[in-house]
């Protein structure tokens, strides 16, 4: 009996360890839905949330699209908090021409490595700006519309430069280099 009990223990724990090395893989399946954020440290891979946030994602995917996240700062970066981006104009005022999106709160939780969108006081004001979170902040919930994680290189994000002070303000700051959908990574 203990011995078919063992079988059954080692089947089922390479089970799982199978069937969680090929839900890691089919994150890359679909290259329409991840996004490549490329730093001066390496590169970043975002899994995008089009269930979750379809507006947000939709936003983030034509942006990347029109190169306008290439070269953009991280303009406010707080140590063990976030690090904040997609301000054309560095100061954390400005946005894209497009239209302000409508909040798509969700259940998804501000963790470490979720992407989410900044925004003014008004919750449908989300733009351009996002931020990727370094250190659980579950306060954020349902407040900020997560709209992806990172799924590979967190270890780059954690190298972005710190800002000083309470707002993270960063002088001379780190920026990301290009940000492209993986489906258009080839063309």
Do not use: C, W
């Amino acid at each position: 009996m203990k011995k078919i009990f063992k079988f059954f223990t080692i089947f089922n724990l390479i089970f799982i360890i199978m069937n969680d090395a090929n839900t890691q893989n089919n994150k890359i399946d679909n290259p329409e839905n991840i996004l490549y954020i490329d730093l001066k440290y390496g590169r970043v891979v975002v899994e995008l949330f089009p269930d979750t946030a379809p507006n947000h994602v939709n936003r983030i995917k034509t942006l990347a699209r029109q190169k306008f996240y290439d070269g953009i700062f991280f303009h406010r970066v707080i140590d063990g908090f976030m690090a904040q981006t997609g301000d054309p104009t560095g100061t954390g005022m400005g946005g894209s021409k497009l239209p302000d999106l409508r909040a798509e709160f969700s259940d998804e939780p501000h963790i470490r490595g979720a992407l989410s969108m900044a925004r003014a006081s008004d919750p449908n004001s989300a733009n351009s700006q996002f931020f990727i979170v370094t250190k659980d902040s579950r306060f954020l919930d349902r407040q900020y519309t997560v709209f992806g994680r990172v799924i590979k290189g967190m270890e780059f994000v954690d190298k972005i430069k710190k800002g000083g002070g309470q707002n993270g303000k960063v002088s001379d700051p780190d920026s990301m280099l290009k940000v492209r959908v993986a489906s258009d990574e080839n063309k």
